[in-house]
């Protein structure tokens, strides 16, 4: 269904333009809320940090559009899931499970 935009007012523009910005808003939503399902609080991931390499760590947290990683060396990071991978055979660090039983106290 094609849009002839040629015909359309400036305020015409404006409203489709921000009809068009919330729509891939929502997908993008929509894709990190599917790419995060693919994790379970607590699984064991890896992720590439850019400039410390590929790093370990457990999954914390679910952000609107991000996860919390806490790494083997204690740092917190806010991932977009799909950056993630899972790691096999794994179990938890013992900081996720040290920070975990905190919270039961």
Known sequence: ???DIDQMTHDELVALNHRIVERLKFLDSMQAHKDMM???IGARVSFDSGRDG???GTLLKFNRKTVTVVTDNGQKWNISPHLLSS????KPTQSFVYANEKQLE
């Open 1 to 3: 269904m094609p849009v």
């Open 38 to 40: 693919a994790f379970n």
């Open 54 to 56: 590929r790093l370990l």
């Open 87 to 90: 790691v096999k055979d794994a």
